[in-house]
């Protein structure tokens, strides 16, 4: 056999969390959080079994799931969205970027990614027999050079994806970014997967700017979500695409031999659940309060903090403590020696630069990152 992905290992994930476990580390790595969900939403899903909901969902998602879907986006971005033709309820975010990137990247073809860009980007494109190109955002801003994006791009380059919030740059797109983006896009003809997970995760009084809420993208692009990440549920992996009915309709005739639909009991427990905006609602503030309890714990043990507009981690400076270290190195000292997993950024470069950044999660119970705090106390 010869590899489809030869450069590709075990993810950076799946490494740090088994270290952490061997090491009896406070995990603060893989992005999950350590809080149950809501018991109301556990509730649906023993009631949805209970009441026989145990066959296949319809392939694009049970219809009042995608209803419920159709009528958040309507009060939270005042977007109209065809419930039938353009959302379908995916296994996860990760199975959704997979089959947009399939259906839309034929061999031969580029995909633009911006670096620091979520693993998962770059091994699907290259499985199509696609060509990956890079644009490096740099630390502490990693703000977007729309001309250097625009300098990248190739007459074979069909789709960019942008992650807004963006893991781990932890920045959020301004309206100037998406009317970059909306230029660009139009002027190379190109498609645009938007990886929105983090979309509720904003803080500091800040708005989320989607793509469905700016007219010249949402006639071009997927728009892509979590509820495993809005709803404390990763575990369940279930997400959905939303994209005009042109691009959904060939998103669907993967999407049904990929996994052809997506757990029954779990869809009708969230369609239910999506009837209440305070269940989205108070996610900036509740994940803000997690940020501010780990962020002094991290600065008393010297490092250096960036700033953090969105997602649920934050990016930590280490040169005042051990600056002899590459990141992967320093993540794992860290793990070994004083019991917290963190996650190197350099993870999320083709050319795994150094910048001596690690990412640490604050999706976690005041308990864990308190302990994680008193463990790092001991680095002074
Ligand atoms: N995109 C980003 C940016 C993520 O951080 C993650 C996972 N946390 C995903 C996609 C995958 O989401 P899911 O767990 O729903 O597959
Ligand atoms: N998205 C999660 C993170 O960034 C990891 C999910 C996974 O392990 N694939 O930590």
Known sequence: LTSKLPDVGVTIFTRMSQLAASCKAVNLSQGFPDFPCDPALLQGVTEAMQAGHNQYAPMTGLPALREAIASKLQQSLNVHVDAEREITVTAGATQALFSVIASVLHAGDEALILEPAYDS???AILAQGAGVIRVALRAPAFAVDWDEVERAVTPRTRLIIV??????????????????LAQLAERHDLLVLADEVYEHLVFDGRQH???LAHPVLRARSFAVYSFGKTFHATGWKVGYCVAPPALSAELRKLHQYLVFSVSTPMQHALAAYLQQPAHWQGLPDFYQAR??????????AGFQLLPNAGTYFQLADYSAIRPDLGELDFAEWLTRSYGVASIPVSAFYADGRDQHLVRFCFAKQDSTLDEAIKRLAELR
């Open 121 to 123: 980007y770059a091994p």
């Open 163 to 180: 992650n807004n919030p963006n893991n781990p740059a932890t920045s959020v797109f301004g309206p100037a970014d998406l009317d970059a």
């Open 209 to 211: 700017h989607s793509v």
């Open 291 to 300: 940020r501010e309890r780990l962020a002094p714990g991290l600065t008393q």
